[in-house]
């Protein structure tokens, strides 16, 4: 039994992808198979690392082949155009008579439906209040329609002057050896520089233990806000020791207005009283060498006259923040460039840079003059844009080792490479800390969740393996008897390899006979290397019949397209689009390995107030259409010739998709139904004995007298009220009910929606959300505009990996263990979480609790693993381990964070706790918690300083601004604009998305596409998400995941306007472009391939939006620049920060 020896009926390892990654790429996984002997290799060394190609994922397809043969269209078809009445239409042929709902097989218990409790996933049966205590002082949102809070700068700072950089160089050299570089071990292979093209996920996370820079309180500076970690950047502050040499140095341009900032102008915040770090003089860096510009505040809410936006740059665009730091100092690389968090003042280097935690130098020690009146400087606080390009920087050259427990991953935003020694990959899971406390008591103390984002079955770049397929024949993976887990790196041999203790609960287990092995004298398995399980973090085992329900091997599975041919669908000319789409999409199925064909079979049916089947038998000449119009009991026709090959059954498939549009062409009927059709999808699986997935096209709220039967109950008056909950649950228990039965039956239910008006996604998603499927919304869809971006769609959703009928667990070593779970999924007891389906883009957070102590040294262990069925009907195990260290002190917990991983975590907690408590509560939570976890911080790991310094740990310098961005939310805070569909679907996908797309997401991609350079292939240095670093003179391109946003500035030069646009001035662009013209001219297609370049980024094809400056879409596009203050009542970046600090003092005192 070696694990070299393939799978009996799978391919092998290392083999390619289904043809998942894109039409024109059918050979993006496409070496061939790796020989078995090549499975040694994976421990050998690194090939070069190579930037990866552009095309991660999608490559948006330019046409298929028409593989079809074009089929005559029969006049005379023997389709009755939409035979409404024939009830239960017998077939033409041969077919067996009408199956009733008896005919479906029973007695089919899957193992999934043991138990089945009603604990359910996302829609709680009980409405638990948010357990976090709510904040003391709540935050009023309306508060923050003060109109002058917001800082106003209007400069654009140019670099840094050279006198920075020297002084940053010194304190580096002061530094060294206080500095924890644990950066990866470098794998001794020339890797090629990074190219500077953005990764291909889109987020950052907490800067790496690798760069942790540790620190302790500044001491001594004026009452006003700081951090630790200095902005280098920057002026010295006084007050610092290492910065009084520096005094003298005045940052030329860095003079920010005082007028209207928070200085002594900002308002009391609804009778909060103003944290005492609004009110203290000017910092002495802070001289006045521009005129302050008087400016309205931005957001204010008629758009600001053309004047009011900032000027032109006075130089790039804070290109000081974003240039490659000096090659010198590598015990530090890049460190010189960060923010260290600190903000509300300018200060020198880092004050505490140079010492460990207890023992900071005297810096308090030389207080520097009374600091006058100031402002927060916008620049002088966190930067995530300064933040992520220091993480590339610092960690984008060198692959990620996993080899060493408790490493903290580069951020998602930079482009990496992974080599597997023994954790999974962070492309699987990433957690909020890496170096979890040994105590409940510490934990709760920090109030940091403890918690991974695990994707088990994330795409991986073409360099990186994916996981080794391990077949131990029929006796199945060796695991643990005791607890279950499953063989791997961490379990410990013992009695010369005889017995193994496990890992996990201790237990010790006989090895079985043929899989032992000697020992080394280390008391290493001697075939280590050679066993994934005993060397890799991630693998699967196939599984064996043991793993299968009913104790049987699957059937592949199939896929039913499921078309809403009511009026509107017709009328809009999707019909035609989806019909004439799926005539080549059906050719790209997944397939699995080298397979020549999907194993996936096909079956189609249409709807509207009645449901209708069709026969696409191969040995028919014709298709054969059934209807079935007693919705109330829906039971499907049909058996034989429902589900087929594709390839077996193309002509007459090509015959239906072409008869379908004709045949509704004329319908009248505008009532549809809902309900029916899951149903009808779940039972043709049941009968198929197989799992699978709908695809349903739908498009409006189903009215028509039918199981599931809705009402509009859309009401706006309720939002900010304590029924504003009610809009996020379902309205009625059936599909809760309707979603179990589908995942007992592994039918997973991906839903694209194309409402006019209300359509109720609150309830139609429930079986979506609940089975693990997808949901997609284009509203008032338009066929010359939205039909890229959902065909786009439609047809990654189709051909990316997907496994069926799966069950994840995690288990845990001992003391700690999963408690609460965030995703797609449903479950039926506390432990396992069920996906009638899994695709590569869904994401399961999982939040871990103490159960006991842990110790130092043993570290914690977490083990996922995933039982689905592959899409081509192979049961699999996919196994993902991690290590973390466990520490006693809380310094460790905080350097070792990740703050993306943790804004995914509270984000999701956050959009389910909407369903139980109302938004103002779940807001007020997560500020309290967030304020405890920082104040925490402040208490237990800086060092004593004036109450009036904000002191945030380095790897948890964003969370303010970021976690503002959660509260601003269109679900948390709605603007007038949002529906309540688009609340209730933006939290259905938030809580599926991984955290490069939360990040992103939430603090949108902006960048200055005049900047690019159009020689190269790298991407303008991104800016940070604020009007006041936005140019009328120029261009700018904003992404968050679901949209790009072209926004132009009235001062646009004209030629560039005439190169990307095609119009010789401003006022000729037009703002209902969804795409950008193809212009034969460097500029044009410079931009062309940046869109293009994110496209292929993000799971979802993005909107296009043009936004003229001063145009009335800007409203919209403002939204987004999150670091101002919202339309909605969204506090800006700096008022939250303020805010923060107050909260964290009173928690303080
Ligand atoms: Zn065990």
């Not at 093209?197 to 009452?223: H, I, K, R």
Request: proline share 11%; aromatic share 8%; with cysteine.
């Amino acid at each position: 039994m070696s694990v070299n020896q393939q799978a009996h009926t799978g391919p092998p390892y290392g083999q390619p992808q289904p043809g998942y990654q894109g039409y024109q790429q059918p050979a993006y996984r496409g070496q061939p198979g790796v020989p078995q002997s090549q499975y040694g290799a994976y421990n050998g060394p690194m090939p070069g690392y190579q930037q990866p190609a552009p095309p991660q994922g999608y490559f948006p397809s330019l046409g298929f082949p028409s593989k079809g043969s074009p089929v005559s269209l029969n006049s005379d078809t023997s389709l009755p155009p939409n035979s409404i009445g024939s009830l239960r239409t017998p077939p033409a042929s041969g077919a067996p008579p009408p199956a009733s709902g008896a005919s479906v097989p029973s007695g089919h218990v899957a193992y999934s439906q043991l138990g089945h409790g009603d604990v359910q996933n996302g829609i709680p049966t009980s409405a638990a209040p948010v357990q976090r205590p709510p904040a003391s002082q709540p935050f009023l949102p309306g508060s923050a329609h003060t109109p002058v809070s917001q800082t106003s700068t209007f400069q654009q700072y140019g670099p840094p002057p050279a006198s920075v950089q020297q002084l940053i160089n010194h304190v580096a050299g002061m530094t060294v050896g206080s500095t924890t570089v644990s950066a990866p071990p470098p794998a001794g292979l020339g890797y090629g520089a990074p190219t500077s093209v953005p990764p291909a996920s889109g987020s950052f996370s907490a800067t790496g233990s690798g760069l942790y820079t540790p620190y302790t309180a500044s001491q001594g500076p004026p009452p006003s806000s700081v951090s630790e970690g200095l902005p280098l950047a920057q002026p010295p502050f006084p007050g610092q020791l290492i910065s009084t040499q520096r005094l003298p140095t005045q940052v030329p341009g860095f003079a920010p207005p005082p007028s209207t900032g928070i200085g002594p102008s900002y308002p009391p915040t609804a009778g909060v009283p103003r944290p005492p770090t609004m009110t203290g003089p000017p910092l002495p860096g802070q001289t006045l060498a521009g005129p302050p510009t008087s400016q309205p505040n931005h957001v204010s809410s008629p758009p600001p006259p053309p004047s009011t936006m900032s000027g032109p740059h006075h130089g790039p665009p804070i290109s000081g923040l974003h240039g490659p730091p000096p090659p010198t100092h590598p015990p530090q690389p890049g460190y010189q460039m960060q923010q260290n968090g600190s903000f509300g003042q300018v200060r020198g280097p880092q004050p505490n840079y140079g010492g460990a935690y207890p023992g900071a130098p005297n810096y308090g020690s030389q207080p520097g003059p009374p600091p006058p009146p100031k402002r927060l400087d916008p620049d002088s606080i966190p930067s995530p844009i300064q933040v992520i390009e220091d993480d590339r920087t610092n960690r984008g050259s060198e692959p990620f080792v996993t080899g060493v427990r408790g490493q903290v991953p580069p951020l998602v935003t930079t482009n990496f490479l992974v080599k597997d020694q023994g954790n999974a990959s962070p492309r699987y899971i990433r957690c909020t800390s890496y170096n979890i406390p040994c105590t409940s008591d510490m934990a709760k103390q920090s109030q940091v969740p403890l918690a991974a984002v695990i994707k088990p079955l994330a795409t991986l770049p073409p360099e990186e393996n994916l996981p080794y397929l391990v077949d131990h024949g029929e006796s199945g993976p060796v695991r643990c008897n005791r607890c279950k887990a499953y063989m791997c790196p961490f379990m410990q041999f013992i009695e010369g390899g005889r017995r193994f203790q496990c890992c996990f609960c201790s237990c010790v287990t006989e090895v079985p006979p043929h899989y032992f092995q000697h020992l080394d004298h280390t008391g290493k398995r001697v075939d280590f290397y050679d066993r994934p399980e005993l060397s890799l973090g991630s693998y699967e085992f196939l599984a064996t019949v043991d793993y299968c329900k009913n104790n049987k091997f699957p059937s592949p599975p199939a896929f039913i397209f499921m078309i809403d041919v009511s009026y509107n669908a017709v009328k809009s000319g999707l019909v035609r689009l989806i019909c004439e789409e799926l005539k080549s999409l059906l050719d790209y199925l997944p397939r699995e390995g080298n397979m020549e064909e999907s194993a996936i079979r096909v079956g189609f049916v249409t709807y509207n107030k009645v449901l209708h089947f069709y026969n696409v038998k191969s040995s028919l000449a014709q298709p054969q259409m059934m209807v079935v119009s007693d919705v109330a009991d829906m039971f499907v026709p049909l058996l034989d010739g429902f589900l087929v090959n594709v390839n077996e059954s193309r002509t007459v498939i090509v015959s239906l998709l072409d008869q379908i549009p004709e045949m509704f062409a004329d319908t009248r009927e505008t009532e549809t139904v809902f309900a029916p059709v899951i149903q009808a999808g779940l039972e043709a699986l049941k009968a198929a004995e197989c799992a699978g997935k709908l695809f349903i096209f739908h498009t409006s709220l189903p009215i028509a007298e039918a199981p599931g039967k809705l009402k509009n109950r859309d009401d706006r008056k309720l939002v900010n009220t304590d029924k504003e909950k009610t809009l996020f649950q379902p309205q009625t228990s059936f599909y809760n009910n309707l979603a179990k039965d589908c995942v007992a039956q592994g039918c997973c239910v991906d839903l694209f929606l194309f409402p006019n008006q209300y359509l109720d996604v609150a309830t139609l998603g429930v079986v979506t959300y609940q089975t693990g499927g997808s949901i997609y919304k284009y509203a008032y869809f338009q066929l010359e505009t939205d039909q890229d971006r959902f065909l786009n769609d439609l047809r990654r959703d189709v051909q990316k990996e997907v496994g069926f009928d799966a069950v994840m667990r995690v288990r845990t070593s001992t003391g700690i263990r999963a408690t609460d779970f965030f995703g797609a999924f449903y479950m039926s007891n506390t432990t396992d979480v069920e996906m009638a389906g899994l695709d590569c883009d869904k994401t399961i957070t999982v939040e871990f609790k103490h159960d006991d102590k842990l110790s130092e040294d043993s570290g914690a262990l977490l083990q996922c693993a995933l039982l689905y069925t592959s899409c081509a009907g192979q049961r699999r195990l996919r196994i993902h381990n991690l290590s973390l260290n466990c520490c006693t002190q809380l310094a460790d917990l905080y350097r070792n964070c990740e703050t993306d991983t943790l804004i995914n975590y509270l984000a999701k907690y956050a959009y389910r706790g909407v369903l139980s408590s109302p938004v103002k509560a779940v807001r007020d939570a997560l500020i309290s918690q967030c304020a405890q976890i920082l104040a925490c911080y402040r208490k237990n790991c800086a060092s004593p300083s004036s109450a009036g310094q904000l002191i945030l740990p380095e790897c948890m310098k964003l969370l303010p601004v970021y976690l503002n961005c959660v509260l601003k939310s269109d679900v948390l805070q709605p603007g007038p604009e949002v529906t309540t569909d688009d609340r209730a679907y933006i939290r259905q996908l938030v809580t599926s998305m991984d955290v490069a797309e939360t990040n992103v997401f939430f603090y949108p991609r902006l960048l200055p596409l005049t900047k690019a350079d159009v020689d190269s292939d790298s991407l303008p240095a991104a800016i940070r998400n604020s009007e006041e670093r936005l140019s009328k003179g120029d261009i700018y391109l904003l992404e968050n995941g679901l949209n790009i946003f072209v926004w132009v500035g009235v001062n646009v030069q004209q030629g560039l306007l005439q190169n990307l646009f095609g119009v010789s001035s401003f006022s000729h662009i037009s703002n209902t472009l969804t795409t950008l013209p193809v212009l034969e001219n460097p500029f044009s297609k410079k931009v062309r391939s940046i869109v293009d370049m994110l496209q292929m980024q993000r799971s979802r094809y993005m909107k296009l939006i043009i936004v003229k400056q001063e145009d009335k879409l800007e409203m919209l596009f403002r939204h987004f620049l999150v670091e101002d203050k919202s339309l909605s009542g969204g506090a800006s970046y700096v008022d939250f920060l303020c805010h923060m600090h107050k909260e964290i003092r009173q928690l303080l005192s």
